[in-house]
C-alpha cells in the first residue's frame, strides 16, 4: 500500500498559513479544523515549515500568553521532512517514528500534493488488517 491510496481516499487539500500568520490565527485554524497542523507556505507557495500542536505548546511554555502574538515563522520547523506518493505505508511509518513526527507532507516535483497524518496511517492499517483477516477466515471456510 502506498502514499497516493491514502490520498485518493482523503484527497490532497492541504491547510496552510504564511509566515505571518500570527499564533493566535494558527490556534484558531487548528482547533476550528480539527487538525494538529498546518504547513507555512512562502510567496511563492513553496513549503517554507511546519507548525504543530507541539510547536504551540513550547512556545506557550516559553512566551506565556505573548506567544500568540507571534508569527508562524518564529516558531515553525523549517527542515520539513516530506514523503513521495509512490512510497509505501511502511516508509511513512518509518520515518515518522525516526524523526517523531506525526505529519508528513506528499510532495513531488516540489509540487505540494497533500498531506499524511498518523491517524491517516493508522486508520488505513487497520483496514488493512481487517481485509487480511476477513480473506484468511474465507480461506478456512472454504477449505
Ligand atoms: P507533530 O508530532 O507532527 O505534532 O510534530 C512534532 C514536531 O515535529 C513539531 O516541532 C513539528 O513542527 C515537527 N514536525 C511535524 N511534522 C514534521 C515534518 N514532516 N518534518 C519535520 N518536522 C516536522
Do not use: N
Not at 504551540?56 to 520539513?80: N, P, Y
Not at 513531488?108 to 492499517?125: A, N, P, Q, T
Amino acid at each position: 500500500m502506498f502514499v497516493s491510496d491514502i490520498l485518493s481516499q482523503k484527497g490532497g487539500f492541504v491547510f496552510t498559513v504564511t509566515p505571518g500568520t500570527s499564533i493566535a490565527q494558527v490556534s484558531q485554524q487548528l482547533s476550528v479544523r480539527r487538525i494538529g497542523s498546518v504547513l507555512v507556505l512562502d510567496e511563492e507557495g513553496a513549503v517554507a515549515g511546519i507548525v504543530s500542536e507541539r510547536d504551540l505548546v513550547r512556545a506557550l511554555a516559553s512566551h506565556g500568553a505573548k506567544a500568540l502574538e507571534l508569527e508562524a515563522r518564529q516558531i515553525m520547523t523549517r527542515d520539513v521532512v516530506t514523503c513521495d506518493p509512490d512510497d509505501s505505508i511502511d516508509q511513512v511509518m518509518e520515518s515518522m517514528t525516526r524523526g517523531r513526527f506525526r505529519h508528513l507532507p506528499v510532495v513531488r516535483h516540489g509540487e505540494l500534493l497533500g498531506l499524511v497524518s498518523i491517524g491517516d496511517v493508522v486508520k488505513w492499517r487497520l483496514e488493512e488488517t481487517q481485509h487480511e483477516a476477513e480473506a484468511l477466515k474465507a480461506y478456512i471456510v472454504a477449505g
